[in-house]
C-alpha cells in the first residue's frame, strides 16, 4: 500500500456535467500528478503540482484544472465533462518536482463514467 | 511526438521467465521505467534505467536497454502467479519530467 488515497472509488456523471476527483498525499511529499488512463491504454499525464502551484501540464484543454493544498491534499475538476473523459484517474505524489528517479506513489484511481 | 511500443499480451508458465518488450522512438529519451498495474490498483514502479546503462539487475528482474535499436526489455526470473499484472513501460526524455507511456502488456502465467 503507497499511503495515496483516492476519492471516490467510482462516479458516474453525464455529458455537460462537473466533476471533483480528491487524492491526499503520503505526507511529506511535496508534488502530485494526475494522469488520466483510458481502457486499453497507458497512463496520460495531465498536470503536476509543487507546493501549491501548476509545475507542468500535459495536453489537456483548461476545462481540466486542479488545485493543491497544504495538507498534501489534492483536486482535479473537470468541466463541461465529455463521453471521452470516461477512464480511470490516477493521482500520483512524490517528495519533490522534477526528479525523474524520484519515486512516484500512486493512489488506486478513481473510475469515472460520462453517460 | 514520442512514441513508446509494447505488445499488449504475453502468456506463460509458473516458474518459466518472462520477457516484456518495449520500443521507443524518442533518442533523447534519458531514463525508462517499468511499471506494474494490478487489476484495480495503481501503478507500481517496478525499476528504472537511466540510458547511459546497458543492463540493471534487481532480485528477480533484469532490465536490458540496447539504445541504438531503442528497445527495451524486462526480464522477470522465476515467474510467479502473483506476477500476472498490466506492465508499462514509460520514458522521460530531454529536459522534461513528464514520462510517456506505453499501452501495457497484459502478462498471464498460468500453472
Known amino acids: 500500500e503507497t499511503g495515496v488515497t483516492q476519492s471516490p472509488t467510482h462516479l458516474i456523471k453525464t455529458r455537460g456535467q462537473q466533476v471533483t476527483l480528491r487524492c491526499s498525499s503520503q505526507s511529506g511529499h511535496n508534488t502530485v500528478s494526475w494522469y488520466q488512463q483510458a481502457l486499453g491504454q497507458g497512463p496520460q499525464f495531465i498536470f503536476q503540482?509543487?507546493?501549491?502551484?501548476?509545475?507542468g501540464r500535459g495536453n489537456f484543454p483548461p476545462r481540466f484544472s486542479g488545485l493543491q493544498f497544504p495538507n498534501y491534499s489534492s483536486e482535479l475538476n473537470v468541466n463541461a465533462l465529455e463521453l471521452d473523459d470516461s477512464a480511470l484517474y490516477l493521482c500520483?505524489?512524490?517528495?519533490?518536482?522534477?526528479?525523474?528517479?524520484?519515486?512516484?506513489?500512486f493512489g488506486p484511481g478513481t473510475r469515472l463514467t460520462v453517460l | 511526438g514520442e512514441d513508446v511500443e509494447q505488445s499488449l499480451f504475453l502468456s506463460v508458465r509458473e516458474g518459466d521467465s518472462s520477457v516484456i518488450n518495449c520500443t521507443y522512438t524518442?533518442?533523447?529519451?534519458?531514463?525508462l521505467y517499468w511499471y506494474k498495474q494490478e487489476p484495480g490498483a495503481g501503478l507500481q514502479l517496478l525499476t528504472y534505467?537511466?540510458?547511459?546503462?546497458d543492463m540493471k539487475q534487481d532480485q528477480r528482474l533484469t532490465v536490458l536497454l540496447n539504445k541504438k535499436d531503442k528497445h527495451l526489455s524486462l526480464r522477470i526470473a522465476d515467474t510467479q502467479t502473483g506476477d500476472s499484472a498490466i506492465y508499462f513501460c514509460?520514458?522521460?526524455?530531454?529536459?522534461?519530467?513528464?514520462?510517456?507511456f506505453g499501452r501495457g502488456t497484459s502478462l498471464i502465467v498460468h500453472p
Open positions: 534505467i537511466f540510458s547511459n546503462m
Open positions: 524518442d533518442s533523447s529519451s534519458t531514463y
Open positions: 500520483a505524489s512524490s517528495l519533490d518536482a522534477g526528479g525523474r528517479t524520484d519515486t512516484q506513489y
Open positions: 514509460a520514458e522521460v526524455s530531454g529536459g522534461s519530467y513528464i514520462p510517456t
Open positions: 503540482y509543487y507546493r501549491e502551484e501548476e509545475n
